[in-house]
């Protein structure tokens, strides 16, 4: 029942008691645009003039999400007080029989995220404070590195180095195989959702298997030992595959080694430890503690990268941070440049209070997202910073977001030489 309803004559005792006229939530509203690329924000505002904002892409799904809030969700914020951000959050996700999945967490997400906003404001202090306080004067970041071949790739390793990057992930191209996972087109900034069907990319494990090692071998001789170097294998290798991938990039002491194999079956996991001490990271996928609760408990991971857009927000990812916690395993936000400066801004004031903290991803978003929202972070020395602006600090030009209409867009699939599906 939503307070307006109560307001027009059934009396509602748990609204009347909580909610304060100033903090009541008054207008829900759903921007999509397109800045370069799709992005999808909720702006929550209350009868006090103070409005928040929560992210909500979906890379590819965006309007699913956008039909969710907008039909949904929005109608049922409608009059609840925007302090109440853990009963809303409770209303969502426990109230709904229909729960868990990408497009029903990324929509929760944007609620939680818009209200810890408000909370922020109305407090006069950042996010970071409210979960409290600084763990850490800025938070360690990795670039994205790549190229055709080993050699362009660890050129451009460098040219992060040079630029005061600490960490990088290195990708590069597989003789053989058409478009690999991570590689730019004709000098672009790297972008999977190209086209508006999915693109059809093949996939070849063995050469892959056989380039991999021999990158990290290039890029270990080109630019020593200080850098810390990643790698995503983007759910392309079986459990025994990657288990041999991971023993073989060992002499090269990876920071992790990402995505190994699909984790719909955690278990699968144990196979890749069993034979390396390559550290893990997985979980950029997943939704819900409930998706990496064998991973955790039975220490098959090193770092849960499943940030705060697709998992529920800040009181979600809260507490999956704090179980991992007790088993040493760290946050490594998944922070691509589909996740809008929106998630970034409220990752970043997470990873500045998260004590088990590890590393943050960082891909620059275009010089047009950055101007449709504007945001207090800046990176210094290897690491990102966050302002002291009440909130996560990001805001948006909606007269300039209504410049530049949603474009249909759909991340790529990948097939096997024979044809046969694989996983992308
Ligand atoms: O939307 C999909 C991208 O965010 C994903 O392909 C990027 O794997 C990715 C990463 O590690 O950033
Ligand atoms: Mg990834």
Redesign the pocket.
Same mark, same amino acid.
């Given at each position: 029942m939503s307070h307006v309803e109560s307001e027009a004559g059934t009396p509602d005792r748990w609204h009347a008691q909580a909610s304060t006229r100033d903090r009541e939530i008054v207008a829900a509203s759903v921007i999509v645009s397109c800045p370069g690329r799709n992005f999808v924000t909720l702006k929550i505002q209350t009868r006090g003039g103070v409005h928040g904002l929560g992210d909500a892409t979906l890379?590819?799904r965006e309007l699913a999400v956008a039909a969710y809030l907008r039909e949904h969700v929005a109608p049922n914020l409608i009059g609840r007080d925007a302090g109440r951000i853990e009963d809303i959050w409770q209303f969502l996700y426990r109230g709904a029989y229909w729960r868990r999945g990408p497009v029903t967490m990324t929509a929760i997400a944007a609620v939680d995220v818009a209200l810890w906003d408000i909370l922020g404001k109305l407090a006069g202090m950042p996010l970071y404070q409210l979960l409290g306080g600084r763990s850490r004067d800025g938070a360690l970041v990795y670039a994205?590195a790549n190229g055709r071949d080993i050699s362009e790739a660890s050129d451009e390793v460098g040219k992060y180095i040079e630029q005061g990057f600490l960490a990088v !992930?290195a990708q590069c191209g597989v003789p053989g195989i058409n478009k690999a996972?991570?590689i730019s087109t004709a000098g672009k900034p790297y972008e999977?959702?190209e086209s508006e069907l999915p693109a059809e990319t093949v996939w070849n494990t063995p050469r892959y298997l056989e380039t991999a090692p021999k990158l990290f071998e290039r890029v270990r001789a080109d630019h020593g030992n200080q850098v810390e170097l990643l790698h995503?294998v983007?759910h392309r290798l079986t459990p025994i595959e990657a288990a041999r991938l991971a023993r073989d990039l060992e002499p090269y002491r990876l920071f992790w080694l990402?995505?190994a194999t699909p984790a719909d079956n955690q278990k699968c996991f144990e196979l890749i430890r069993q034979h390396s001490v390559t550290p893990l990271a997985v979980g950029?996928v997943f939704n819900s503690i409930w998706d990496c609760k064998h991973l955790i408990e039975q220490q098959l991971i090193d770092y849960i !990268?499943t940030t705060i857009v697709h998992g529920g927000g800040i009181s979600h990812i809260r507490r999956l941070a704090d179980f991992a916690a007790l088993y040493q395993v760290r946050t490594g936000f998944?922070?691509?440049t589909?996740?809008s400066p929106v998630c970034m801004g409220a990752a970043l004031h997470f990873d500045t209070w998260v004590p088990n903290f590890g590393i943050q991803?960082y891909?620059f978003h275009s010089e047009l997202a950055n101007e449709v929202f504007p945001h207090d972070y800046h990176f210094r020395d290897g690491r990102l910073h966050v302002g002291d602006t009440p909130g996560h600090g990001v805001d948006i030009d909606e007269q300039l977001a209504a410049r530049f209409p949603y474009l249909p867009r759909q991340?790529p699939v990948a097939r096997l030489e024979d044809g046969a599906m694989w996983d992308w």
């Open positions: 890379n590819g994205h !992930r996972y991570g999977p959702a995503d983007h990402e995505d950029e !990268r998944h922070g691509a589909d996740l991803e891909m991340l």
